[in-house]
């Protein structure tokens, strides 16, 4: 039987934030999300989402909402279980927009799970058992205020803080570290992004005057296309780099791993232009003996939840960044995926993503229909 693709919808939506996310890029206040779902012949349908940032995409939301459609009319009538076919005609189509295709990616997924009545864990041949916890995001803020989220959150049982720095004066990202270190004590784990912030000298400067502090990695500490300056401050760099804005793609993760740019690569569906792209980029790095970190933008707990399916297949993915929807003020999914007290999270064995939104949710927001 094939199932055909009859229906897809867009829907851009937004979500505000319990307060500021602040990256060196500048802050967000709202979660602007595209959400898709795919109908097929046979009445199921998929769901997906994306969170494009302009500054790591070069794609906003309407830009998302454009490139959709076009998307959209290129696969009504095309059999949802032939993947490869499908990522092969949305990158033809639109080579650049990762975010929008990894929305309609996820939808198929979620499809392609509920067709064969497997969790997509299980779809993807992941293993039930890996336990997965998240860390907690402190936004890049004054010293004194970052000091006081990191006690905040340790104290919430978060087993591992992610510190947003990218200060042009790197200086004052030494001391937010050093500080947080003596609040919150030798041996519990932290981890650092500058979100390509420093420049040279000042990411050799940092990294090196942090060297003490048990760092476990640091992502993206210079602009992503100085693959040069990149190497040469990871080899200088007594705290392990790790590739985010750099690496997008398989290609990409090769080409930064075999010229010796990184240690360790952080992969996001909304980046990777979802699952399928993202399996091979795992691939890549396994392949190169290289960890990996899961992240994200400022999805829901539905994307999350498409991302934890994912990590369960990959045993050298060792990192969780899993906490957007922890930020947000509002939660629209039903089902999904459970944070336990000790901030593991969990999926259950309904079939697909096992998340969706609530339809009273969406039906506050205008829908684009292509048939």
Not at 34 to 52: D, M, Q, R, S
Not at 154 to 164: D, M, Q, R, T
Not at 238 to 265: L, N, R, T, W, Y
Request: glycine share 8%; hydrophobic share 40%.
């Amino acid at each position: 039987m094939n199932f055909k693709i009859t229906k897809i919808e867009i829907i851009p939506l937004q979500i505000e934030l319990n307060e500021p996310f602040i990256i060196s890029i500048g802050p967000m206040t709202h979660a602007r999300i595209t959400a898709v779902k795919v109908h097929i012949n046979n009445g199921l349908f998929g769901t997906g989402e994306c969170c494009p940032y302009r500054t790591i995409h070069t794609e906003s939301q309407e830009g998302s909402v454009e490139s959709g459609q076009h998307l959209a009319k290129a696969l009504i009538g095309k059999d949802v279980t032939q993947i490869m076919r499908i990522n092969k005609i949305m990158q033809q189509l639109i080579p650049e927009h990762a975010s929008i295709k990894a929305a309609i990616d996820m939808a198929v997924y979620d499809l392609n799970a509920k067709i064969v009545g497997q969790p997509l864990y299980r779809y993807l041949h992941g293993d039930r058992d890996k336990r997965i916890y998240t860390d907690m995001t402190i936004s890049l803020m004054d010293l004194e205020s970052m000091v006081e989220k990191s006690i905040e959150n340790k104290k919430k049982g978060f087993p591992v803080l992610k510190i947003k720095l990218g200060d042009p004066d790197s200086a004052n990202d030494v001391d937010r570290v050093t500080a947080i270190r003596q609040a919150v004590g030798d041996g519990y784990p932290l981890c650092l992004d500058a979100n390509q912030g420093w420049d040279y000298q000042g990411a050799v400067n940092a990294l090196t005057a942090m060297a003490s502090l048990d760092i476990s990695h640091c992502e993206a500490p210079i602009f992503s296309g100085k693959h040069d300056e990149l190497k040469a401050i990871r080899e200088i760099s007594p705290i392990p780099i790790m590739g985010d804005e750099s690496v997008f793609s398989p290609e990409d993760a090769h080409q930064m791993i075999h010229k010796g740019c990184i240690d360790q690569v952080n992969i996001k569906l909304g980046k990777s232009s979802g699952i399928y792209q993202a399996m091979k980029l795992a691939s890549v790095a396994e392949s190169a003996g290289v960890e990996c970190q899961v992240g994200c933008f400022s999805e829901t707990r539905l994307g999350i939840s498409a991302l934890v399916h994912y990590s369960m297949a990959w045993d050298h993915i060792i990192h969780h960044d899993l906490d957007s929807p922890l930020m947000q003020s509002e939660d629209p999914i039903l089902g999904g995926l459970t944070y336990h007290d000790d901030w593991s999270v969990s999926v259950s064995e309904e079939p697909g993503i096992g998340a969706s939104y609530d339809q009273n949710f969406l039906d506050k927001w205008d829908k684009i229909e292509i048939t």
